[in-house]
């Protein structure tokens, strides 16, 4: 009864390890950043961020073929609202406006090849891969061309901004093992809580991803007037109004004191 027993509780602690031996099957990724925390203060120019990491294997050694990374990094959600203009009649007048629920404020993807070497189209658009696999949430009432053009325009004006951006051959990987990237960050980038996500690619599938989180705000008399402005808008938009006349005046009476 005893061995009876023994083989029982041994069949029971195989049966409890298999799922852990099934989940060491696959790689996993151990990822950081060169800065958790982003300081913008009035000499803020831009930064340049750096996503390393280590691919670690079951067996401590990568397999044969091709591995590939993507890594993204991606700013606060917001809803923001597009507007086309078009020239009516020679004024230049606003003709059409599509609200978008869920655009990221910044979203960068640098790859260690060009993204449709790496996968396919269902696979992109399911980890949002490429500024054009972006799930942008745009509202209803428009038509499939109509949506697709207001896209587009929101993903250029972002681009040409520089807080879209695509590397293409943007990651470096040393022996299979370890990886790095660099991303810009531009000096007018959007504060927030920002989201670094790193994917394992291999034979057209991911097949380990990993996230940092990335913490860019606003400090000294900027970080005052941000905070000012988000908690006490009605105050703040007073005193804004206020200082504005009274830079106003001053420039004013100077004017005329010098050529009055």
């Not at 961020?49 to 990568?62: K, V």
């Not at 269902?122 to 509202?139: T, W």
């Amino acid at each position: 009864m005893i061995r009876v027993a023994e083989r029982q509780w041994r069949a029971l602690g195989l049966a409890m390890l298999a799922p852990l031996a099934l989940g060491q099957a696959e790689p996993h990724l151990v990822p950081d950043v060169s800065d958790r925390n982003i300081e913008i203060r009035y000499s803020f120019a831009g930064a340049e961020l750096l996503l390393f990491g280590a691919i670690i294997y079951p067996d401590g050694r990568p397999p044969e073929g091709q591995t590939d990374i993507a890594v993204v990094l991606k700013g606060p959600l917001e809803r923001i609202v597009v507007r086309e203009k078009q020239k009516v009649a020679g004024i230049w007048m606003n003709v059409g406006r599509v609200r978008f629920r869920s655009a990221p404020s910044f979203y960068a993807v640098a790859s260690s090849r060009p993204l449709p070497q790496l996968i396919d189209e269902r696979i992109a658009a399911i980890y949002e891969l490429g500024v054009d696999n972006l799930q942008l949430s745009p509202g209803g009432g428009h038509s499939a061309e109509v949506l697709r053009r207001f896209e587009h325009g929101l993903i250029d004006l972002r681009m040409r901004n520089q807080l879209f951006a695509e590397y293409p051959r943007g990651v470096e990987i040393s022996e299979g093992v370890l990886y790095r990237a660099r991303i810009n960050i531009p000096a007018r980038v959007p504060v927030g809580t920002y989201t670094a996500e790193t994917f394992l690619i291999r034979d057209g599938r991911v097949v380990a991803g990993a996230a940092r989180e990335i913490l860019i705000e606003k400090l000294g008399f900027e970080g005052f007037v941000a905070r000012a402005a988000e908690r006490w808008s009605v105050t703040y938009g007073i005193s804004a109004v206020a200082l504005s006349l009274l830079l106003g005046w001053g420039a004013s009476a100077a004017f005329r004191r010098r050529y009055g």
